[in-house]
């Protein structure tokens, strides 16, 4: 099967009640058997199982959404085509966020060959004008570089955890880390972004 963009979406709002060899809830390796026995609609429902957290971790290593979006839509298009290489006595999941892990670590390379080679000297220019800000803008703009100068994985479990929503578990399993490592980058995440914050009010309030 070719997985462009267009059938990926036509697999995401395909009919859930739309027939097949697998039960509605079948469970991961369930709808792997019948994918590649041919059944179309069973990789429908791991697409959908998985795109929103796919989607999540896409964008901790991508430089915009629709970079993301091309992670995520090259991911699908890998886990169909090595789904026969998959183990179906092992977990599913974590098997799939390897291969998009793999799949957003390639994309960014790339995506640095070609910023650097897009560089030119009208990039400071498009900085934008602090005077034109509001007080809002500048707690946000803040609270993103507070973000931006966590360690990377603080950065991403707290976007993936607090942000995104996921849990623990599911983030654990979308970075390859255990689970207790999750909570605590969390944590820490947590701690910093309290003492930049706090800072940054104290100066703001001797102005």
């Known amino acids: 099967m070719h997985l462009s ?16 060899s697998a039960p509605q809830d079948a469970p991961d390796n369930a709808l792997v058997r019948a994918t590649l026995g041919g059944d179309e609609t ?8 998985y795109i929103r957290k796919a989607m999540a971790v ?3 290593y991508a430089g915009s959404r629709e970079d993301a979006e091309d992670v995520v839509q090259d991911t699908f298009k890998r886990v169909l085509e090595n789904l026969d290489r998959y183990d179906p006595s ?9 291969v998009l892990r793999n799949t957003a670590r390639n994309a960014a390379k790339r ?4 910023d650097h080679e897009a560089l ?17 803008r500048e707690l946000r703009r803040q609270i993103d570089e507070a973000v931006e100068r966590l360690p990377a994985a603080q950065r991403k479990c707290f976007r993936l955890c607090i942000v995104e929503g996921l849990s623990s578990v599911e983030v654990a399993s979308a970075l390859g880390l255990a689970e207790s490592t999750v909570r605590v980058q969390v944590f820490k ?5 309290q003492r930049l914050l706090d800072t940054w009010a104290e100066e703001v309030g001797n102005i």
């Open 111 to 114: 995506r640095r060959v070609r």
């Open 189 to 193: 995440a947590r701690r910093a972004l």
């Open 90 to 98: 092992r977990p599913f999941e974590p098997w799939f966020f390897t």
């Open 120 to 136: 030119t000297t009208e990039y400071a220019s498009a900085s934008p004008d602090p005077f034109e800000t509001t007080h809002r």
């Open 42 to 49: 069973a990789f429908g429902r791991l697409v959908r199982r």
């Open 5 to 20: 963009r267009a059938a990926l979406e036509r697999l995401v709002t395909k009919d859930e009640a739309t027939s097949g």
């Open 58 to 60: 896409a964008l901790e």
